[in-house]
Structure formats: structure tokens, C-alpha cells
T-cell receptor
Framework: DAKTTQPNSMESNEEEPVHLPCNHS???????IHWYRQLPSQGPEYVIH???SNVNNRMASLAIAEDRKSSTLILHRATLRDAAVYYC???????????????FGKGTHLIIQP | SAVISQKPSRDICQRGTSLTIQCQVD?????MFWYRQQPGQSLTLIAT?????????ESGFVIDKFPISRPNLTFSTLTVSNMSPEDSSIYLC?????????FGSGTRLTVV
């Protein structure tokens, strides 16, 4: 899987939008961009994924650059409960299936201030 | 998405002993994955367990140290053998599904 680069940590205020960047300059044409987050004392959970177009779901939005070399996870209105480590992961398939696990980078530790 | 129950949630063990971690899924899955998360670190894949065949281990992990069982499509165990303090970590199991991978809440192991 191609490598991703994320800031070690970011800080935001509660009820404000948060933009979490991810650089993936070596992304291949078949790589999907996945985001997971790990809340304190829990296992990671799926957030969102995309290939080329921007994506929205109930948790977040994913904005993908036109050249696909970077992406941004957007939390529209952060709450204290969104404090977690956010991982940007590339995989050459959509969510389901496959015989291989995920390769986690260091992720971004998101701190939310009340 | 699948619901995973992992036991125990935490344990403190003496060095030289072994601990078996159980992972129960509420639906049948082909593949189950085991990860290790060392203190302050990210997750590292240990092995992939496919029902009916031997687990496939990632580089740096061996079957003698981390034997895995996969007796049916909803259950797997990971044993951490002959433990040392360096094995103190969180161990997590995971399955993949339509909406992405689901993880158990982990087993926090402390070896003293």
C-alpha cells in the first residue's frame, strides 16, 4: 500500500469545523482513500472512503484533490467526542473483501478544546 | 457492520507465562485479523486467520510466539506465548465487511 503523511497532532475548538489533511503523493490510480479513527481506549472505527469524487456521510466529508495526491477529512462541527487519532489509509480496493489487513501510519491526534 | 466481542479486556501476567485472547464475531466471516498496538504507537498487523487453514503471519511475527486458532467462521483466538515485558501492548482483532473493517475493543496486556 502507498504511503501517507499526516500531521502528528491538531487542535480545534468544540463546535468548529476541523480539516484533517493527508498527503499521498505516490497514490496509484486504483487506490481508494480510507479514513479510520481510534477513540481513547477503543479499537479503530471506519469513518469514510473515496476514490476521486468528494464524499459525504453522517460522520464526515472527504475532499479529494483533483490530482489525488492529497485529501482532507472534514468534521463539520467538532464535538468533544471527536477527540481521537485519525488514520488516512490507502488501499487498492473498496471497503469490503480482500484477504489483507490494514496498514496504519502514525495518524493525527485530534485534540478538541471545550 | 459486525459486532466483535473480545476477551479479556485487560490482564496482568507474569513473564514466562502465556495468555489466550478470544475474539467472537456475531456473524460468519472468512478472514479475521489480529493486530498489536504497542504503547503510544499505531496498530501493526500480526497475522490473518482464515478458517480451515493456518494463519498467515506478517514479517516479524512467528507462529511459535503468537499461535492462532480459527475453529469456525465466528471465532478465533490469539495466544501470546512465553511473555516478556516487551509484549505489553493492546491486542485487537478485526474483520472486514461491506462498510469497512470492524475492530474489537482490544485486550490490554501488561507483563510484569
Amino acid at each position: 500500500d502507498a504511503k501517507t503523511t499526516q500531521p502528528n497532532s491538531m487542535e480545534s475548538n468544540e463546535e468548529e469545523p476541523v480539516h484533517l489533511p493527508c498527503n499521498h503523493s505516490t497514490i496509484s490510480g486504483t487506490d481508494y482513500i480510507h479514513w479510520y479513527r481510534q477513540l481513547p481506549s477503543q479499537g479503530p472505527e471506519y469513518v469514510i472512503h473515496g476514490l476521486t469524487s468528494n464524499v459525504n456521510n453522517r460522520m464526515a466529508s472527504l475532499a479529494i484533490a483533483e490530482d489525488r495526491k492529497s485529501s482532507t477529512l472534514i468534521l463539520h462541527r467538532a464535538t468533544l467526542r471527536d477527540a481521537a487519532v485519525y488514520y488516512c489509509i490507502l488501499r487498492d480496493r473498496v471497503t469490503g473483501g480482500g484477504a489483507d489487513g490494514l496498514t496504519f501510519g502514525k495518524g493525527t491526534h485530534l485534540i478538541i478544546q471545550p | 457492520s459486525a459486532v466483535i466481542s473480545q476477551k479479556p479486556s485487560r490482564d496482568i501476567c507474569q513473564r514466562g507465562t502465556s495468555l489466550t485472547i478470544q475474539c467472537q464475531v456475531d456473524s460468519q466471516v472468512t478472514m479475521m485479523f489480529w493486530y498489536r498496538q504497542q504503547p503510544g504507537q499505531s496498530l501493526t498487523l500480526i497475522a490473518t486467520a482464515n478458517q480451515g487453514s493456518e494463519a498467515t503471519y506478517e514479517s516479524g511475527f512467528v507462529i511459535d510466539k503468537f499461535p492462532i486458532s480459527r475453529p469456525n467462521l465466528t471465532f478465533s483466538t490469539l495466544t501470546v506465548s512465553n511473555m516478556s515485558p516487551e509484549d505489553s501492548s493492546i491486542y485487537l482483532c478485526s474483520v472486514n465487511g461491506f462498510y469497512g473493517y470492524t475492530f474489537g475493543s482490544g485486550t490490554r496486556l501488561t507483563v510484569v
